[in-house]
């Protein structure tokens, strides 16, 4: 059969694996594709290393619209990244009838919608499974492996810098800045780690899964983010001493009420499986309603491990690729038809337990207020700890877990709390899943 002729965009981490792995499993990829895939054009700034990678059997530029341009090319792989330049030639490549296969989490995630629009007008497929958890396959399961089931809920560590951090933090004891150093030391955080600590990137990630689990357009705008960079090692020791762990969890929930999108640091039993997923591992937990809780466990980044999610996005192209349109698989699991603009649920009215620490004095009737408060604003406590005084101190650490609650309530209660005048700092607040 006739190959198919991909044209790579950028040759950094990915595109290099990309290169490694198509030619090492050439033979085992042609017999599942029923076609040979083929590299036939590179555009790289770096276009010594391009032609090297490519050893003479692909056209190499800087320029990249060359490649989305060029009439051999069937495929772009976009491997650039961000939603600049790269997002004009996604839209170019679909104009000029192309398939594209990315692994842009922040291009879909922003621009998915009028990507996906564009690209059902041309009848072209948008492959994305390396944008979400790098070698696990969970595009794939989520759109294809679970569509018999009602999505209840899905919750991932789908950012493997932030989960070696709270690993770190957790086995040493280290404050967040001295592991986040040694973090970028071994390479595992860039020089510029915003998007990885501050929870955009996972937001970026659970906002393509919430499309595919509930078949709506991607709302990222309506994502609530919070990152790691304020959590301290007390409240990782704190939560160990309860019996949960603490980690950056993309969870998207189907509700009555709405959808709900978040990323938090957020407590988990330390019994489940994925609360033991360690250092820069992803996991992603699946709830549906037929099945029940699936894992999908794996390499969230890397060379290799992200090429495997590009490539077998390529095997599906050249599976489709004399399809009609309609019979493919649609881009967010449900018909482009079927998509319906359900709302995001605004945090406030998120349902959720909660960890709650606060310093106060140590004296009589301090505890009786707090839990007054947390009475009057209908909030039940679940379990409640108070760490021992040191010698001579006379301020301690009261620690509670509430039962399920609606955040505007907490924060209600906490403003409360806060005013006491026996109350010596902001109150901790964190939230907690049983992912039961
Ligand atoms: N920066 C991401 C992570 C990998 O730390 O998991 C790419 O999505």
Do not use: C
């Not at 060029?70 to 104009?95: F, H, M």
């Not at 209840?152 to 789908?158: P, V």
């Not at 020089?191 to 509930?214: M, N, Q, R, W, Y």
């Amino acid at each position: 059969m006739k190959p198919i002729n991909v044209g790579l965009l950028g040759i950094g981490t990915v595109g290099g694996g990309t290169f490694t792995v198509l030619s090492r499993n050439e033979a085992e990829i042609t017999r599942r594709a029923g076609r040979p895939i083929r590299i036939v054009a590179v555009a790289d700034k770096n276009t010594e290393l391009a032609n090297r990678l490519a050893g003479g059997k692909a056209r190499i530029t800087d320029d990249a619209f060359a490649v989305v341009n060029d009439p051999e090319v069937d495929v772009v792989v976009e491997l650039i990244g961000g939603y600049g330049v790269a997002k004009e030639l996604v839209l170019k490549a679909v104009e000029n009838g192309k398939h594209v296969v990315t692994a842009n989490k922040a291009l879909l995630a922003t621009h998915g919608n009028e990507i996906f629009a564009a690209a059902q007008k041309k009848g072209v497929v948008v492959a994305f499974e390396a944008a979400v958890a790098g070698g696990i396959p969970i595009i794939k399961a989520v759109r294809e492996g679970l569509s018999a089931n009602r999505i209840q809920w899905i919750a991932g560590i789908i950012n493997g810098t932030t989960n070696f951090i709270l690993s770190e933090m957790r086995d040493k004891g280290l404050p967040f800045a001295d592991v986040l150093k040694e973090a970028q030391r071994l390479g595992y955080a860039e020089a510029d780690p915003t998007f990885d600590i501050e929870g955009v990137d996972a937001a970026h990630k659970i906002t393509i899964l919430s499309a595919l689990a509930f078949g709506i357009p991607m709302q990222f705008e309506s994502a609530h983010i919070e990152g790691i960079s304020k959590l301290e090692a007390d409240d990782i020791k704190y939560a160990e001493q309860l019996g949960y762990r603490i980690k950056l969890l993309g969870i998207t929930k189907w509700t009555p009420a709405g959808v709900e999108l978040r990323v938090h640091p957020t407590l988990i039993p330390a019994r489940r499986l994925i609360a033991n997923v360690e250092g820069a591992m992803n996991a992603v937990l699946v709830q549906g309603d037929a099945v029940g809780a699936t894992l999908h466990y794996g390499k969230g980044a890397g060379a290799e491990p992200t090429a495997s999610a590009v490539i077998a996005d390529l095997v599906d192209v050249a599976r489709v690729f004399d399809a009609d349109h309609e019979h493919r698989v649609p881009y967010l699991a449900f018909q482009p038809d079927a998509v319906v603009n359900t709302p995001i649920l605004p945090i406030g009215e998120v349902e959720t337990s909660y960890y709650l620490r606060l310093r106060v004095e140590d004296k009589p009737g301090v505890l009786a207020d707090i839990t007054r408060i947390l009475a009057d604003n209908g909030i039940s406590i679940d379990a409640m700890v108070q760490r021992e005084p040191g010698e001579g101190e006379e301020q301690t650490d009261i620690i509670i877990l509430t039962h399920l609650v609606r955040e505007k309530g907490v924060d209600a209660a906490i403003a409360k709390i806060e005013a006491l005048p026996v109350v010596k700092r902001k109150v901790i607040r964190l939230r907690l899943e049983n992912l039961g």
